[in-house]
């Protein structure tokens, strides 16, 4: 049980939080007398008279509250895709295109026509650490690296082997052709 206790604490608060900013949704458009008045089902009265006076008007909270609508309204890529998968996404961005040599778009392709272009840091959709450039395929995977790497080691001691092997039969030659006699000239040859 100790061992779930922070994401038990973790959930909890995030539940939290969602409720009393779906409390804080209903009490926007309201007059403050008009709020207290109207407190929310399984809410007592004097917890919600201190969420709305003490938490919801206090300045922290709508100093926060407006950056955060500021913020909201800059977002350049909002979500619009739902609960539809990319891979359906794709299939319905390559029908309307009606390009018969392309049938099919890359993640990243499906990911910059719904978001925009991807920033080099971090490709939308994708989890931490994956950035668009890797999408692309304009750089190779360190696994890839490696992988060629060792392939690579493993051709140069073969070929130091060979090397080797070769270097040993010509140091014999060498030998073999020291140790025979030299021929003498064809001159003397002839006077014989």
Known sequence: MIDHRGHVLQHMRKLWNNWRGSLHKKMKSKSLHEVLKDEPAGVEKSDWQWLVKEHFL?????????????????VVMPHRTGSKP???????????????????????????????????SHAVGFGGG???KELKGGATSKAALLEELKTTKKEKESLQKRM????????????ILVRQPSSPPLDQELED
């Open 58 to 74: 206090s300045d922290k909270f709508k100093e926060a509250s407006t950056r955060n609508s500021v913020n909201r309204s800059k």
């Open 86 to 120: 990319y891979r359906e996404i794709n299939y319905e961005m390559v029908s309307k295109s009606c390009n018969p040599m392309r049938k099919s778009l890359t993640n990243i392709e499906v990911v910059e026509r719904c978001f925009g272009p991807q920033r080099k």
């Open 130 to 132: 994956i950035t668009a």
């Open 164 to 175: 080797d092997i070769l270097e040993s039969k010509y140091e014999q030659l060498e030998r």
